[in-house]
């Protein structure tokens, strides 16, 4: 990661997005299952929703499950839902005593497993009226398919002419969601260098980190210190 010295440091980011990438490598490094790997990922992912919080973020989003990959084997999907499930029913309470509110970007009431459906509907139900942090999880989700529904929807409104502002609101992130803020910062794990089709148009004007750390052993450490060189960065919106 390149440091930007500006002097004094800007505030702490309002969003931060997670691309939580290398699961898989690291089940394959340890010689485990995929499965292990995604149960590590997912206490990983516990701890930095945690830091977050203590640190100020107000919105969190996380990719967690993407529209291309359901091309997995059914047993790792299969397996990866089994864990959102049992994440909802340990965490909600806890979740929700913290002041949290449940956000869910992506097409999740139709083709995710009846339980996961019910796991999911139950934390957003439960914490849609609190007022910390905002921890947006983006499930069967992609962004050019959420921009083909914003323009679907708008087109059923009956428009022929749209502002950024109107697509912006038909977004998951718009007016469904309490429109959320773009995100300030996006990090990926891994090494890869990439969006993978998440929150393109959102991310028009994010700063970006990336980690050649697997997402398993991204620790609360870590993200603190990519927040704080965050914080060194002079962001100027396309302007000089």
């Not at 010689?31 to 930095?48: F, P, Q, W, Y």
């Not at 084997?73 to 029913?89: D, P, Q, T, W």
Request: glycine share 8%; charged share 30%.
């Amino acid at each position: 990661m390149k440091g930007h010295d500006m002097g004094e440091k800007k505030p702490i980011p309002v969003h931060v997005a997670l691309i939580m990438d290398g699961n898989g490598r690291w089940a394959e490094m340890r010689g485990v299952t995929k499965l292990e790997g995604h149960h590590a990922g997912m206490n990983s992912m516990k701890e930095i929703i945690k830091k977050a919080d203590a640190m100020g973020v107000k919105y969190l989003s996380v990719y967690a499950f993407s529209t291309e990959n359901w091309k997995r084997s059914r047993e790792e999907v299969g397996g990866i839902f089994n864990l959102l499930v049992k994440y909802m029913a340990i965490e909600l309470k806890e979740m929700n005593e913290k002041n949290m509110k449940v956000n869910i970007f992506g097409d999740w009431q139709h083709k995710l497993p009846e339980d996961a459906i019910e796991a999911v509907r139950d934390a957003v139900v439960t914490t849609r009226n609190n007022t910390g942090l905002v921890f947006n999880i983006c499930l069967n989700y992609g962004s050019r398919d959420e921009i083909v529904r914003a323009f679907n929807n708008l087109l059923k409104e009956g428009r022929t002419e749209v502002t950024e502002d109107d697509i912006s609101a038909a977004l998951y992130s718009g007016d469904e969601n309490g429109n959320v803020p773009d995100p300030d910062l996006i990090i990926r794990t891994s090494g890869e260098e990439r969006l993978s089709n998440f929150l393109l148009w959102q991310a028009a004007y994010s700063e970006f980190a990336f980690t050649d750390t697997l997402w398993p052993d991204f620790t609360p450490e870590e993200f603190e210190s990519i927040v704080e060189e965050y914080r060194t960065r002079e962001r100027r919106y396309g302007g000089r």
